[in-house]
T-cell receptor, first 112, second 110 residues
């Protein structure tokens, strides 16, 4: 099925470890986004991309890096994980306006 | 600073009740307001509203936008247990990403 696929779905990290979350979309969307969702906080934007090779900071970018080397993939990296990064991470994509975002199913990350 | 404020934060109703969820916003260069439903995983798209006073409807759900007073409401009639979810409001401004409210958690009990 066409859509947004996130891997992994679950992960437990120790403080200081690094990891990369992968988001892949097969809808040829230009725009891709990484959000985090914490209890009672809604969705907060980490980083986003408006096309291959471009990235920009969102509301809560500290501690994260991103890359968009291919149009269909958007990677979110944590270089040195901290307990404050325990969250559910959602990737989304869209064409840039009319139809809202398509979300992936989320990655639940726990940092101990 | 851009703001999207949803109320109430949580709500418990009985099956068959009608509910109204609220979303107010303060953003520059408003473009559209969107509603999403989030059950256990990814948010799913419900409505996009761009014009004031025009109701969008899908089955038992409907939504309307008031651009003068800067708010939107989402109505659900004859609620069912399957309507239990977090409902998210988001605002699009210019060409920048969506700004989300904190959501309203709706619980429908039999």
């Amino acid at each position: 099925n066409a859509g947004v696929t996130q891997t992994p779905k679950f992960r437990v990290l120790k403080t200081g470890q690094s990891m990369t979350l992968l988001c892949a979309q097969d809808m040829n969307h230009e725009y891709m986004y990484w959000y985090r969702q914490d209890p009672g906080m809604g969705l907060r934007l980490i980083h986003y991309s408006v096309g291959e090779g471009t990235t920009a900071k969102g509301e809560v970018p500290d501690g994260y890096n991103v890359s968009r080397l291919k149009k269909q993939n958007f990677l979110l990296g944590l270089e040195s994980a901290a307990p404050s990064q325990t969250s559910v991470y959602f990737c989304a994509s869209n064409t840039g306006g009319k139809y809202g975002y398509t979300f992936g199913s989320g990655t639940r990350l726990t940092v101990v | 600073e851009d703001k999207v404020v949803q109320s109430p934060l949580s709500l418990v109703v009985h099956e068959g009740d009608t509910v109204t969820l609220n979303c107010s916003y303060e953003v520059t260069n408003f473009r559209s307001l969107l509603w999403y439903k989030q059950e256990k995983k990814a948010p799913t798209f419900l409505f996009m509203l761009t014009s004031s006073g025009i109701e969008k409807k899908s089955g038992r759900l409907s939504s309307i936008l008031d651009k003068k007073e800067l708010f939107s409401i989402l109505n659900i009639t004859a609620t069912q247990t399957g309507d239990s979810a977090v409902y998210l409001c988001a605002v699009e401004k210019g060409n920048t990403p969506l700004v989300f409210g904190k959501g309203t958690r709706l619980s429908v009990i039999a």
